[in-house]
């Protein structure tokens, strides 16, 4: 499953770059859950929260139902 994750990221990537940021995974449970790390301007942007649950979030579990969540690391 990281690879599936590792591969819809990317396509995530650039409209995250646009805006100055970027996300790293770090990790992918056996449980479903995705540990990403914003960087750049995602890191400290207010709307971060918005960012990581209704774009990272919803777009991962729409192309992989297995992921139950994405929680952002430091």
């Known amino acids: 499953m990281r690879q599936k994750v590792q591969e819809i990221l990317e396509t995530i990537r650039p409209a995250l770059q646009a805006d100055g940021g970027d996300v790293e995974l770090v990790d992918v449970t056996d449980d479903g859950v ?41």
Request: a positive charge; charged letters at 20%; hydrophobic letters at 35%.
């Open 34 to 74: 995705v540990k990403v790390r914003l960087t750049g301007a995602c890191g400290s942007c207010p709307m971060s929260t918005m960012t990581l649950k209704m774009g990272i979030e919803r777009t991962l579990q729409q192309h992989i139902p297995e992921v139950k969540e994405v929680v952002q690391v430091d």
